[in-house]
């Protein structure tokens, strides 16, 4: 690896309302401020509000493209700054931190940018292990 800092490849999303209703559904997340327009402007939200879960999923996705096939994603860790919504278009970007020259694992600080402003909602860190020679790929 050169002293150049590697990038991320962006990994992006515009998750609607279906998506959130389905979202919910699938990691039991009933909660009405991420389906119900009106219950979620009565606690004072712009309207339903993208799940902590699904930020989490796009930080795998970006972690685990990076790391590409046979790589391992170890960890993934990130905090909600602001809420995204329904329609926002989300886009999770990094950078390499670290590398770790005796175990191979690489360290991304990662970040989630959503709307047309581009405002950080999220911002977080993996930890990715990449294929060792004689791993097997997966087809």
Same mark, same amino acid.
Do not use: K
């Given at each position: 690896?050169?002293?150049?800092?590697?990038?991320?490849?962006?990994?992006?999303?515009?998750?609607?309302?279906?998506?959130?209703?389905?979202?919910?559904?699938?990691?039991?997340?009933?909660?009405?401020?991420?389906?119900?327009?009106?219950?979620?402007?009565?606690?004072?939200?712009?309207?339903?509000?993208?799940?902590?879960?699904?930020?989490?999923?796009?930080?795998?996705?970006?972690?685990? %493209?990076?790391? #590409? =096939?046979? @790589?391992? !994603?170890?960890?993934?860790?990130?905090?909600?700054?602001? *809420?995204?919504?329904? +329609? &926002?278009?989300?886009?999770?970007?990094?950078?390499?931190?670290?590398?770790?020259?005796?175990?191979?694992?690489?360290?991304?600080?990662?970040? %989630?940018?959503? #709307? =047309?402003? @581009?405002? !950080?909602?999220?911002?977080?860190?993996?930890?990715?292990? *990449?294929?060792?020679? +004689? &791993?097997?790929?997966?087809?």
């Amino acid at each position: 690896m050169t002293d150049q800092v590697q990038s991320v490849q962006p990994v992006e999303l515009t998750p609607d309302a279906v998506t959130l209703l389905r979202f919910g559904a699938v990691t039991r997340n009933a909660h009405r401020i991420h389906y119900d327009t009106e219950f979620a402007r009565s606690e004072g939200l712009a309207g339903p509000v993208v799940m902590a879960q699904l930020h989490g999923c796009l930080f795998h996705r970006a972690a685990a %493209e990076f790391v #590409g =096939p046979g @790589g391992r !994603v170890r960890e993934v860790s990130w905090q909600n700054r602001t *809420p995204a919504y329904a +329609g &926002d278009r989300l886009v999770v970007t990094g950078e390499v931190r670290s590398v770790d020259p005796a175990g191979g694992e690489i360290t991304l600080d990662l970040v %989630e940018r959503c #709307g =047309p402003e @581009g405002v !950080v909602c999220c911002r977080g860190h993996a930890v990715v292990i *990449p294929p060792q020679d +004689g &791993d097997v790929v997966p087809l």
